[in-house]
């Protein structure tokens, strides 16, 4: 899968921690950019996070499920009524 960021920009690491800032990825940086880029396709955007909430499982089998989840997908907006 493409990185659809910008190389250098706000991407994970193999450990789901940000590149560039070192935070838990998608650091706002990066949340920031991807609401942009997918321009609220918000589908496609939570398509795209489940591919790297499955790849951060794989690759944090020692972290509870629920925090992962939290850290990758609950911070996407709300769809609104």
Known sequence: MRERLAAGEHVPTDMYSC???DHDWPC???RLALLVEFDGDRVGLMMYLAVH???ALQAMPDRHPALIVGQIIYWVP????
């Open 19 to 21: 590149r560039d800032c």
């Open 78 to 81: 709300r769809r609104r009524g």
């Open 28 to 30: 706002q940086d990066a």
């Open 53 to 55: 909430l499955t790849r």
